[in-house]
């Protein structure tokens, strides 16, 4: 079996390959004059198992194309059994028909990733676990949140404490502060759906003098996050670290990040790193993903 990757995240199927002792297949991903993705795969040999590792980030559609292309092309060369590795499935949040006239766009993607026939499919901590229903062969949705709690179990103190940033993380929120062993309040607000902007109506508990470790999914635009660590900056918190399993790396938003009330942002490796920063950590996924694959 060997592990083939597409462009959007080598760095780690090149870990995946090398903690799971598997080949890595040689594949030229380029493009035609007019855009087009173009595929080779570059092996005589191959057997009837391979790896493809694609998160589906920016440029999301074309990432999404050149994957199937990557499968289509391993199917034509003998490959039976293809699995795949995709830690960032793109277009998850958009789970919902919110208003008339819109898609339920992450169905669409899910119905165009198995337009090739694969074995299975890995990704991590999924945005809404209905998600799964959308798909018609198996899909193992992992979870960084152990990656996390033993990164924050070092960190915290007495002190410490969980603030679940809106009502959708509550349950999340919940869980990870009784793994810690800590205290955790919520924030109560609202988001705008036509607008998207956020409003803060106030906090269950006392945070004044507290270290807070705030957790989610992703970071994409970063604007609830930044605005609600400058809640908590006049609330009198002390200091304020964020765990999230995505970044998104969306353009500029890195950059707010670094000027915001925030002390530390860690993260995972689903999305390949765009950027250094003192205040951000990366956490990889790849031992997490070789025992699923070996």
């Known amino acids: 079996m060997k592990i083939f990757a597409g462009s959007s995240n080598l760095g780690l199927a090149k870990k995946i390959a090398k903690k799971a002792g598997l080949n890595f297949g040689k594949i030229e991903v380029s493009r035609f004059k007019n855009d087009e993705s173009r595929i080779l795969v570059k092996e005589d040999r191959l057997g009837k198992e ?26 034509r060369m003998g490959v039976k059994e293809i699995t795949a590795v995709i830690p960032w499935l793109g277009y998850s949040k958009q789970d919902k028909v919110f208003r008339q006239g819109e898609p339920l766009s992450v169905k669409v993607i899910a119905k165009m990733l198995q337009v090739i026939s694969l074995e299975k499919i890995i990704t991590f901590d999924l945005h809404n676990l209905a998600i799964l229903g959308f798909f018609e ?74 270290e807070v470790i705030i957790i989610d999914d992703m970071i994409a635009t970063g604007g609830t996050l930044i605005k609600t660590a400058n809640f908590l900056r006049k609330k009198g918190v002390q200091s304020i670290k964020v765990g999230v399993t995505h970044h998104l790396y969306v353009n500029g938003t890195q950059e707010k990040l670094e000027k915001s009330a925030i002390d530390e942002i860690v993260v995972t490796d689903t999305i390949k790193p765009k950027i250094k920063s003192k205040k951000l950590k990366v956490l990889s996924v790849a031992e997490i993903i070789t025992k699923e694959i070996v």
Not at 137 to 161: C, G, H, M, Q, W
Not at 186 to 206: N, W
């Open 137 to 210: 062969i198996p899909v193992i949705n992992l979870s960084a949140r152990l990656l996390l709690e033993d990164y924050f179990l070092k960190k915290i103190n007495k002190n410490t404490i969980v603030v679940a940033p809106d009502a959708g993380a509550i349950k999340l929120s919940t869980a990870f502060a009784h793994k810690l062993g800590i205290g955790v309040v919520y924030i109560d607000k609202k988001r705008d759906l036509k607008t998207g902007k956020v409003k803060i109506f106030g906090i269950s508990g006392g945070v004044k003098g507290k």
């Open 50 to 75: 391979a790896v493809v590792v694609q998160s589906l980030s920016q440029p999301t559609d074309h990432n999404l194309i050149e994957f199937n292309l990557i499968c289509d092309a391993l199917k």
